[in-house]
């Protein structure tokens, strides 16, 4: 059977339909799926039922996977290729330390100098109600900035840390938790407009889960700035919102999307996933406070 195509929204993201990642697949599916990819930001391909053997054997064939290095303590204890975003609670009883991964909008791994290029973030659990993701399209939002805040944003640069993407969560009152993080992740600067190496178009490159501020400006000057570009970012007409089913995998490109975990779920209601990354281009440089 061959690959369709079939667009999810008018903002982001594309469904594939006809591959079988249980099996090899040929370099002309996966170059399909590629570009199905690379055209537009997402794709989602469901009832895949993979272990995560397959998982990684299919997210190797877009690129080099990351260790997980930088997010330790969550990796898979078998695979470090995977990682595991869960609220299943740990073997003790304690809650699970990925319950709100990804709870405020951002791209993965911003906040290294080596961000992610993809993440193909696959379903083992979810509840009927909730455990939403949602994604949102930076080339748009970029696109539709006005002229002048083009021109104001284009040689800018922000800082990104990791320390702002826990900090309003329970793990951000962890002080020893953000330690850990933040000591393998100190700060890092990358440009405001980010020009996408594979399609050459610009993406807006901030978010508001690990944007701190602009990079030689203040707290107050640089909020003034981004607090709008955040808005603007997440307009309801450049998003897609996925309600998962179980087994379903969805890849995305963090060069030119954003994403965010919603906390929709019921309580009492669990939901289990498992992430691979995939490396991307070196961007930005480590923050000098003095900027
Ligand atoms: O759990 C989700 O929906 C997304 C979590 C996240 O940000 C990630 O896996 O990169
Ligand atoms: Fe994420």
Request: with cysteine; aromatic share 8%; hydrophobic share 35%.
């Amino acid at each position: 059977m061959g690959i369709t195509v079939k667009r999810l929204s008018y903002g982001i993201g594309a469904e594939v339909l006809g591959a079988d990642l249980t099996r090899p697949m040929s370099d002309e599916a996966i170059a399909q799926i590629r570009k199905a990819w690379i055209d537009n930001g997402i794709v989602l391909i469901r009832d895949q039922d993979i272990t995560p053997e397959q998982h990684i054997a299919f997210s190797r064939r877009f690129g080099v996977l990351d260790d997980h290095s930088a997010l330790f303590k969550y990796r898979h204890p078998e695979h470090a290729e995977i990682f595991i975003v869960t609220t299943r609670p740990n073997a003790d009883g304690s809650p699970s330390n990925t319950r709100e991964t990804g709870v405020n909008w951002h791209s993965d791994m911003s906040y290294t100098l080596r961000p992610a290029m993809g993440s193909l973030l696959y379903c083992l659990e979810i509840p009927e109600v909730g455990g939403d993701t949602q994604f949102a399209n930076m080339y748009l939002a970029y696109d539709t900035l006005s002229n002048g805040f083009k021109r104001l944003i284009e040689p800018l640069q922000a800082v990104h840390t990791y320390a702002w993407a826990i900090h309003d969560t329970e793990k951000g009152r962890n002080p020893e938790f953000a330690k850990a993080h933040i000591a393998v992740n100190p700060p890092v600067t990358q440009p405001m407009v980010r020009v996408h190496p594979e399609t050459g178009r610009k993406t807006l490159y901030v978010s508001e889960g690990v944007t701190t501020h602009i990079a030689g400006m203040t707290h107050a000057e640089s909020q003034a700035i981004l607090q709008p570009l955040f808005a603007h970012a997440v307009r309801p007409e450049f998003t897609y919102r996925h309600h998962w089913r179980l087994h379903d995998l969805i890849m995305w490109d963090n060069r030119c999307a954003m994403h965010k975990a919603l906390r929709d779920r019921l309580p009492g209601t669990h939901r289990h996933m498992h992430r691979t990354t995939i490396l991307g281009e070196p961007s930005g440089a480590l923050y000098q406070e003095a900027q």
